[in-house]
């Protein structure tokens, strides 16, 4: 009783004295209590806390903290600062969009805690065309980020592959919006299926590494609309991420966290999205202009953010309202989180059962580039020289934060000799030595550096024309194994990168030669990141299989398609062109540099640079297609070991009237079970806009068909698909008149054509003006 009293006095005693609202225990509490009470509860301080992540600390480095409460999990990205008046917990974040990414220091670290599955790159999964499958790969992988107790991935990334060159292209999907958005979409889903949330980056146009934190990308509204934004409209339409990244970049003068027309005006009013933006790591300059443009979230946070935007609510340079309804977004999300729900995450995973969900996800989406006379698939047993130090050493991913820690990573060797294949001990041996004696002799160094600027692989270890011709004799057949990896902080070259270097063209001639002298065949496996020049070496082999960076399992992956137990159906979301001159953005990347204005930031030296999109929304296909430019391999393109035939195209409609839904029967017409994709073409009437001679409107792949079997896929035309945008009305407009669809088994290779008219031109949808370039550009026209 008497305790009690007291208790009540207490109590009194800190309402009378104002502070009452802020007692532990009386406050709103966070999954009890309205949002908006717990906002209007709270102090200028505690709002400013929300917005503004917790600091960047990694095992023994820390950049500025503004929370000294332990990190929940362990060597990831970034984690938020929690409020425990208000029960508001610290909500976790860790790269990436290939699978979680720790910032193990040490061997111990990376050993002591937690690996995760490496999945195959976003470029590799879109080439399956398969939203199923992705979405499989999605939930494996939401599954693993909740057993470690993550509330949000920092992916996928869905940016456009603008240029071969890109540094981070492996992360994302394809040169094609419709592609990418589906790809990220479907990712998304999964993920999200299990309770986690997804992050979409890196929104928006980050098509390159070279400055990438200070580069102005110049590019007309209609090139961001149909093309640099169009993925992320689709993906947000699709599966409302709970976050979206902001990127380092700026748009036309602004960078994109900065930017109310990006962030608010389009992402939010335009498409509807519901979930927070957050900066990417560091990015932009000024944390009021980013809480002002919508950007909820600045991360990892620093304490001069939280400077700057305290004293701009105290100046009214920020008005309090804007901070409110940032930090209202932010808990509205974080209320949805598996920390917020207090989950018991048991910190494992089951890698055994998702390493076969990455297996079957890296061989359903390889693609076959070539097969002459039948070399592959090859028969089990066979005795395979194998040449190319990444043979013994796989790529499973790219660097940075894209990259994954990861158990083991199977290269082909180990994959070949799984599958029963008998490789070449003797040249297994000398690559195995080789590739440790250069280990040994180039020690890593500290991660950081490794992380921005990895060292460069042991080069392509000589062999010997003897050695070749040895081989030739004692080997039923020869892989030539080209492989090729980049990242974050750099974009790639042309010579010695896009292009072969001289040592592996003269080991592709060597092997060639001596296996073709015994009538032996010679299969090219290209385990790379990014496209590389393919016309070099192409006639030189019997056979070509893109393996991309195929995560984890790749070896096994790779014997699996070689060995026909998979039957290649993967398609190239991705152009190879026939030389790196052919590119439309070539003249314009990685655009100018004004060295003279560096300054020295948070991310190292920072070089003010610019690039023109001149090309506007020629990209890809898009280009080669409209200005007959003939590409090495093009957009669509993948073999499989059986036929398909194409009939039956038919047409909801010969005109349309809000909808046309397009279907088409294939038939497995060869000896092989497999499957098909198959894409779906517009061509748009000529209206007042110029228009790509055809755009990728639709895609669908058959299930596993056994031979003499068919499917009919169909297709679904929205009037947005046949619209272009039209700059001066800030509006989607289809014009009147023919349009046709084209069913094709690539971009150049279509079987049936049908038309049908639209009998008055449309406006489909009315738009914000927002991101209007600064000065005209000088675009590209048909
Ligand atoms: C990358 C992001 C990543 C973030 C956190 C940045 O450098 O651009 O993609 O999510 O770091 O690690």
């Known amino acids: 009783m008497k305790r009690s009293l007291i208790a009540r006095f207490a109590a ?136 470690y107790g993550i509330d949000f991935i920092l992916g996928p990334g869905a940016n456009i592959h603008r ?94 966290s900065e930017s109310n027309g990006l962030i608010t005006k389009i992402l939010r009013d335009d498409w509807g999205f519901k979930g927070i933006v957050m900066t990417d790591w560091f990015g932009g300059k000024d944390a009021v202009a980013q809480i002002l443009a919508g950007n909820n979230l600045l991360m990892p946070g620093s304490p001069a953010q939280i400077k700057a935007i305290t004293e701009a609510v105290k100046s009214g340079k920020l008005s309090e309202a804007v901070l409110d309804k940032n930090v209202e977004g932010i808990l509205n999300v974080w209320l949805k989180t598996l920390t917020a729900k207090g989950f018991d995450y048991p910190n494992k995973a089951d890698l055994k059962a998702h390493a076969q969900v990455a297996r079957m996800a890296a061989a359903e989406s390889m693609v076959l580039l070539k097969n002459s006379t039948q070399t592959l698939p090859v028969h089990g047993g066979a005795t395979v020289a194998l040449f190319g130090t990444h043979g013994y050493d796989l790529i499973a991913g790219g660097t940075g934060s894209g990259d994954v820690n990861k158990p083991y990573a199977i290269s082909l060797a180990d994959g070949l000799t799984n599958a029963g294949f008998k490789v070449d001990a003797a040249l297994q041996k000398s690559y195995k030595d080789y590739l440790s004696d250069y280990a040994a002799k180039h020690p890593k160094k500290p991660l950081i550096q490794e992380i921005m600027n990895p060292s460069p692989f042991a080069p392509e270890y000589k062999v010997d024309g003897s050695v070749a011709t040895q081989k030739a004799d004692a080997s039923d057949i020869a892989i030539v194994y080209i492989g090729r ?26 092997v060639s030669d001596a296996f073709h002298a015994k009538h032996k065949q010679v299969i090219a496996v290209l385990n790379i990141g990014g496209v590389i020049d393919v016309t070099i070496f192409r006639d030189k082999v019997d056979a070509i299989v893109l393996a991309w960076e195929p995560g984890e399992e790749g070896g096994n992956a790779i014997a699996d398609v070689l060995s026909g137990k998979v039957n290649p159906s993967g398609k190239l979301a991705t152009t190879f062109p026939s030389v790196y001159s052919d590119v439309p953005s070539a003249k314009n990347f990685p655009g100018k540099e004004f060295s003279e204005k560096a300054t020295m930031g948070m991310m190292g030296k920072s070089i003010p640079a610019e690039v023109v999109y001149q090309e506007g929304i020629y990209v890809g296909y898009r280009y080669y297609h409209t200005f007959k430019v003939k590409p090495a391999y093009e957009f669509g393109y993948g073999l499989s070991y059986t036929n398909f035939t194409y009939s039956k195209l038919t047409l909801s409609s ?93 971009s150049e290779n279509i079987k049936l054509e049908k038309t049908f008219m639209l009998p008055g031109s449309l406006t489909v949808e009315k738009v914000h003006k927002a991101l209007a370039p600064q000065a005209s550009i000088d675009e590209l026209k048909n």
């Not at 599955?117 to 499958?133: E, F, Q």
């Not at 590494?209 to 934004?229: D, F, G, H, K, P």
């Not at 055809?694 to 046949?722: I, M």
């Open 654 to 746: 010969l005109s349309f009237h809000g909808k046309q839904i397009a279907s088409v029967t294939i038939t497995n017409s060869g000896k092989t079970a497999g499957k098909e994709v198959a894409e779906l073409y517009l061509t748009a009437p000529k209206g007042q806009l110029d228009k790509p001679s055809e755009e990728l409107k639709g895609f669908a792949k058959t299930r596993l068909l056994k031979p003499g079997e068919s499917q009919t896929l169909t297709f679904t035309l929205n009037a947005k698909d046949l619209a272009s945008f039209n700059t001066d009305k800030s509006a989607w407009i289809a014009d009147a008149g023919k349009y046709e669809v084209k069913i094709g088994a690539s």
């Open 12 to 147: 009194i005693a800190l309402v009378v004295s104002g502070q009452g609202v802020l007692a532990q225990g009386t406050a709103p509490q966070f999954g009890k209590d309205p949002i908006k009470a717990i906002v209007k509860a709270m102090s200028l301080d505690d709002k400013v806390k929300i917005v503004v992540g917790k600091g960047f600390s990694l095992p023994g480095m820390s950049m500025g903290s503004n929370d000294e409460t332990p990190d929940k999990i362990f060597a990831i990205s970034g984690h938020t600062i929690p409020l425990a008046k208000f029960s508001i917990p610290s909500i976790s974040m860790a790269d990436g969009p290939s699978g979680i990414h720790r910032w193990a220091m040490t061997a111990k670290d990376s050993a002591n805690n937690s690996f995760s599955t490496a999945w195959p790159v976003g470029t590799l999964l879109a080439s399956s065309w398969d939203t199923t499958l992705i979405h499989k790969v999605g939930v494996a992988f939401g599954e693993e980020i909740k057993d």
């Open 485 to 510: 990896n980049a990242g974050e902080g750099n974009d790639r070259k042309v010579e010695g990168d896009y292009q072969l270097t001289g040592q592996e063209t003269d080991m592709i001639n060597q």
């Open 163 to 256: 240029n071969p060159l890109g540094g981070r292209n492996f992360e994302y999907y394809s040169e094609d919006p419709l592609v990418s958005g589906s790809a990220a979409a479907a990712i998304i889903n999964g993920i999200q299926s299990q309770g986690v949330g997804a992050t979409l980056k890196h929104f928006a146009a980050n098509n390159q590494e070279t400055n990438r934190a200070s580069v102005n990308e110049i590019i007309s509204e209609r090139a961001l609309r149909e093309i640099y934004l169009r993925n992320f409209e689709i993906a947000v339409k699709r599966s409302q991420p709970w976050a979206v990244m902001s990127s380092y970049n700026l748009v036309n003068g602004t960078y994109t």
